[in-house]
Nanobody, 119 residues
Framework: VQLQACGGGVVQTGGLRRLSCAAS????????MGWYRQAPGKERRLVAVIDLGGTTRYAESVKGRFTISRDATKNTVHLQMNNLKPEDTAVYYC??????????????WGKGTQVTVSS
C-alpha cells in the first residue's frame, strides 16, 4: 500500500491550502482516512479524519477552518485548509485504516508534506 500526498508549501497567514492524498496498492476498501500533523519538537497529532460513511472529526484547533473530504472511487482524501495560522505550521501526514480483507485493520502512513505558514 502506498500513500502519495501533495499540496504542501509556504502560505501567508490567513491564506489557504489544499492537501490531497491518494492510496494505491492492495487496499480496495478504506475505513478511515485522515490527516495528522507534527510540529517541530511536538508529538504527531490528529487534524481530521473521515470514515467510510462520511462522518468527520476534527481537532478543536482547526474546527471551522479545515474541511476533510474523500473520494471513495479514487481512494483519495483531501484537506482544505482556510484561514491558516502560524501555529498550523507542521509536517502533515496522510493516514488510512484498511477495510480490505487482505490487510484488515492495518493503518498506513504517507511520507508527510510540509506546510509553513508565514506571519
Amino acid at each position: 500500500v502506498q500513500l502519495q500526498a501533495c499540496g504542501g508549501g509556504v502560505v501567508q497567514t490567513g491564506g489557504l491550502r489544499r492537501l490531497s492524498c491518494a492510496a494505491s496498492g492492495d487496499i480496495d476498501i478504506i475505513k478511515d482516512m485522515g490527516w495528522y500533523r507534527q510540529a517541530p519538537g511536538k508529538e504527531r497529532r490528529l487534524v481530521a479524519v473521515i470514515d467510510l460513511g462520511g462522518t468527520t472529526r476534527y481537532a478543536e484547533s482547526v474546527k471551522g477552518r479545515f474541511t476533510i473530504s474523500r473520494d471513495a472511487t479514487k481512494n483519495t482524501v483531501h484537506l482544505q485548509m482556510n484561514n491558516l495560522k502560524p501555529e498550523d505550521t507542521a509536517v502533515y501526514y496522510c493516514n488510512v485504516l484498511s477495510g480490505d480483507p487482505r490487510n484488515y485493520g492495518m493503518d498506513y502512513w504517507g511520507k508527510g508534506t510540509q506546510v509553513t505558514v508565514s506571519s
